[in-house]
């Protein structure tokens, strides 16, 4: 059985962070692992408190896995501070580990900073450098390169711009526009859209977690990069379309919608 692990914050309400990771993980027929960063106590209506890991207790948590149930791919999502994740990339390089997919996770979907400030630089060096494929939304990849990104020019612009920077590939993902739902890989020197129409639910609480761990789980089942991003948009396209309606504000997504269908995911 392939071997997925997720370096990321906990959701109390489950929509999100290691919870979705979780979930879409087992929904794809991977074994999912964790090693949790941060609690987190949020709803679909925001974030109210943020308690971290110490580093060295995500070091331990990183120790446990590799040295028992090594694992074929890595996502790593909510990493709020750089002592954090100059432990996670030292780890990460001391075990080896492959196929690593970073979603650059800096606000939640309710608004609320899940990163700080100096922890933005240390993720561009220590952790951008390891990555099989980075997986920023719009205002993340603004952040990243540094200009506004707006049209499918914009994120061509920036794709490249990002990644060649990076020996692996860059997903910028275009959820946050108002007509498409297209998401635009950069990888190898080569331009790929993935199109895709905008689904009509605001229901996305946990959107990106979802994405990014499903990428990972296709590439721990031995896809290349642009099939692994392709079923993945494909997966939470789906989930979206599912229509699960929970909680007062921006909801989850139906991860197990195959399953309560008696279907298959892939």
């Keep these: 059985m392939r071997r997925v692990l997720t370096i990321a914050g906990s959701d109390s309400s489950g929509g999100a962070g290691i919870q979705a990771d979780l979930k879409t993980m087992t929904c794809l027929g991977v074994y999912g692992m964790s090693a949790i960063t941060a609690l987190t106590a949020q709803n679909t209506t925001g974030v109210r408190e943020v308690l971290e890991a110490t580093p060295a207790f995500v070091g331990a948590q990183l120790d446990c896995v590799f040295e028992d ?106 959820g946050h526009r108002s007509d498409t739902a297209d998401d635009l890989l950069w990888w190898k020197g080569e331009a790929i859209w993935f199109r895709s129409p905008r689904v009509d639910n605001p229901n996305n609480h946990g959107s990106g977690c979802t994405l990014s761990s499903a990428i990972a789980s296709f590439l721990a089942l031995g896809e290349e990069l642009p099939e692994a991003v392709r079923k993945g948009k494909t997966y939470i396209t789906a989930a979206m379309e599912a229509q699960l309606d929970l909680g007062q504000g921006s909801g989850p997504l139906k991860h197990n919608y195959a399953i309560a269908e008696g279907g298959s995911v892939q």
């Design 69 to 174: 149930i090594r694992p074929d791919a890595v996502k790593i999502g909510m990493v709020s501070n750089a002592d954090i994740i100059r432990v996670i990339a030292a780890k990460l390089r001391e075990y080896r580990a492959e196929r690593i997919v970073v979603d650059p996770v800096m606000v939640a979907t309710s608004g609320s900073a899940l990163m700080q400030d100096t922890a933005l630089t240390a993720l561009m060096e220590e952790l951008f450098p390891l990555a099989a494929v980075i997986t920023p939304n719009l205002p993340e990849t603004q952040r990243l390169c540094g200009f506004a990104v707006e049209s499918e020019a914009d994120m061509l612009r920036a794709a490249r711009t990002i990644g060649e920077r990076l020996p692996g590939g860059v997903l910028v993902k275009g």
